[in-house]
C-alpha cells in the first residue's frame, strides 16, 4: 500500500532516499544541486512524499513559493518524480490533484506552475489542468537571482548558466485573463 510520508529533514535515512530518487530520475551530475536543494528548500510545508508500507520512498514533489507583485503567492512545482519502478500507476496524479492542489487552495495559492523535465510530459500536466504559458518557440533565457546563482556557483562553479524555458505551464485556481510575471523568492 502506498501512502503520504511527512517529511523530516533529521530523518538521513529519507534525505539518502530523496537524493537518490532525484539522481536517477534527473541525472547524478546535479546531486551537488539537489543537496543544496535539500538544504534551502525542503521543509514540512512544502515537501510532498509518496511511500510504501516498509517506508520507502516512492515519489517526491516540492512546492516553491513564487510571488508575482499584483496576485500574490504561486505554487512553483518543483522534481516532481516518481520511482521507475512505480511510473506508469497514476500515483503523482493522485498526489497532485487529492493532495497538494486542494493544500495549495486552502493555503491561499493563486495556481500553480512548473517546467516539464521533457517535453514528452506536456501533455502529462495538460491532463492535470495546466496550460503552456509561452509556445516552445517562445522559448527565452533566464539567469538565476542572487541566491539561486550561489547554488549553481557551489553546485557547477559557474557563476551564471541560462535555461531556455520552452514549456513553463501555468495553472490558475481561479479563473484569470491576466498575464503572469512569476518573480521567485531566490532572486
Not at 541525472?27 to 512524499?49: Q, R, S, V
Not at 504559458?133 to 522559448?139: H, K, V
Amino acid at each position: 500500500m502506498i501512502c503520504l510520508r511527512p517529511y523530516d529533514a533529521s530523518d538521513e535515512a529519507l534525505r539518502a532516499s530523496i537524493l537518490t530518487l532525484l539522481s536517477d530520475a534527473f541525472g547524478e551530475e546535479g546531486t551537488p544541486y539537489y543537496e543544496l536543494a535539500m538544504d534551502h528548500l525542503y521543509d514540512a510545508d512544502h515537501t510532498f512524499l509518496l511511500s510504501e508500507e516498509d517506508a520507502s520512498l516512492v515519489a517526491v514533489a516540492l512546492v516553491v513559493d513564487y510571488v508575482d507583485p499584483t496576485d500574490g503567492r504561486w505554487a512553483y512545482l518543483y522534481s516532481l518524480t516518481t520511482r521507475e519502478d512505480h511510473r506508469g500507476e497514476g500515483l503523482m496524479s493522485r498526489l497532485y490533484r487529492e493532495v497538494m492542489e486542494p493544500r495549495l487552495v486552502e493555503r491561499g495559492y493563486r495556481g500553480a506552475c512548473l517546467v516539464p523535465a521533457t517535453s514528452s510530459l506536456v501533455g502529462f500536466y495538460k491532463s492535470w489542468g495546466f496550460s503552456l504559458l509561452r509556445a516552445a518557440d517562445e522559448s527565452m533565457p533566464i539567469t538565476p537571482g542572487r541566491r539561486a546563482t550561489d547554488y549553481l556557483l557551489t553546485a557547477y562553479g559557474q557563476s551564471c548558466i541560462d535555461n531556455p524555458l520552452p514549456f513553463r505551464m501555468i495553472k490558475p485556481f481561479g479563473h484569470t485573463d491576466d498575464s503572469y510575471r512569476l518573480i521567485s523568492p531566490l532572486d
